[in-house]
């Protein structure tokens, strides 16, 4: 396993969420972009450590609870690491829970997490964010 597969692997293993979080903006570069899928409830591409964790981050840890992002597999080919994985969690506003198969897709340059593209399958997501009875 080369250097960039271990610089993602920190941002998804460490031994908390804050852990995470730290490795994660070390690892970020000034200008990453970091684009949530069409249907999650954070669409949109974020420009850059403050717009990713507040736009993205901030908002997961504030309107989920226990919500996480397990990955069973890692795939590295030169300065592309792909994460594939399991989202879980409970939205607060509603009280349901969810799981959801999702892939992250990271381009690196010299070393930083210059992109991030995530595949989620939205429609797990969806059910939890929807009032019961819809």
Do not use: C
């Amino acid at each position: 396993m080369g250097g960039n597969l271990d610089l993602i692997r920190a941002t998804y293993e460490g031994s908390s969420s804050e852990e995470n979080g730290r490795n994660l903006l070390a690892a970020l570069a000034p200008d990453a972009a970091w684009t949530e899928a069409e249907g999650f409830p954070y669409a949109g591409t974020y420009v850059g450590p403050d717009a990713i964790i507040s736009g993205v981050f901030r908002r997961l840890a504030a309107e989920w609870t226990g919500y996480r992002a397990d990955v069973h597999t890692y795939l590295e080919d030169g300065d592309r690491v792909a994460a594939f994985g399991v989202y879980s969690g409970t939205y607060k506003a509603t009280g349901k829970s969810m799981r959801a198969t999702f892939a992250h897709l990271y381009l690196l340059k010299n070393g930083k997490i210059a992109s991030m593209t995530q595949y989620v399958d939205t429609a797990m997501v969806q059910k939890a964010l929807q009032p019961a009875g819809h």
